[in-house]
């Protein structure tokens, strides 16, 4: 079954404590994504890939790192994260040629406290 | 930056009835995404448009590119459809595809 795989789906952790939030497909998707989205402001881009260690900020990337080691995988990194972002997370993936419909993940609510 | 509007921002519906909900946006996009997100919050991709017109079902896309508007048609609504819809347009910048959202339209099917 085609999917996108995000981990922990809930966590709770406290101001600074570095985490990572785990994105993999299994599609063989060239672009992959994260979002958070946040009452009143919707859906916004973190960070993007195109491809295997290429990525690029999004709208909002303050605060966060990614990396993409592999085609398949695409973590998201709070290296010190703060009240500010607690938020609900969404990664996605889709292909860069043909049919490009974006696949998203279940999502990761994540409260820093 | 791409700013993108959506309307309504909440529309309650009978079942049954025709709905509409609308999308604009400010500069030159590569497509446009239609989402539907569910209360538990999962997000599913339903229409990628970049010109003309899709069906799927019930639903209906369509895309005027030199209005800079999508529309989203929903016939013989079911209170199934009850989510949140959300448009994305896609902008193609030098160094990949970067993705910005409306806020969303909460749509109720009521019976």
């Known amino acids: 079954e085609a999917q996108v795989t995000q981990n922990p789906r809930y966590l709770i952790t406290v101001t600074g404590k570095k985490l990572t939030v785990t994105c993999s497909q299994n599609m063989n998707h060239e672009y992959m994504s994260w979002y958070r989205q946040d009452p009143g402001l919707g859906l916004r881009q973190i960070y993007y890939s195109m491809n295997v260690e290429v990525t690029d900020k999004g709208d909002v990337p303050e605060g966060y790192k990614v990396s993409r080691k592999e085609k398949r995988n695409f973590p998201l990194i709070l290296e010190s994260p703060s009240p500010n972002q607690t938020s609900l997370y969404f990664c996605?993936?889709?292909?860069?040629?043909?049919?490009?419909?974006?696949?998203f993940g279940q999502g990761t609510r994540l409260t820093v406290v | 930056k791409n700013e993108v509007e959506q309307s309504p921002q909440n529309l309650t519906a009978q079942e049954g009835e025709f709905i509409t909900i609308n999308c604009s946006y400010s500069v030159g996009i590569s497509a446009l995404h239609w989402l539907q997100q569910h209360p538990g919050g999962g997000i599913v991709s339903l229409f990628m448009?970049?010109?003309g017109k899709k069906k799927h079902g019930r639903l209906i896309a369509t895309i005027n590119i030199q209005e800079k508007h999508s529309s989203l048609h929903i016939t013989a609504s079911h209170p199934r459809d009850s989510a949140v819809y959300i448009c994305a347009v896609r902008y193609k910048k030098n160094t990949g595809n970067q993705f910005y959202f409306g806020t969303g339209t909460s749509l109720t099917v009521i019976p």
């Open positions: 996605a993936s889709s292909s860069l040629t043909g049919n490009t419909e974006a696949f």
């Open positions: 448009l970049s010109s």
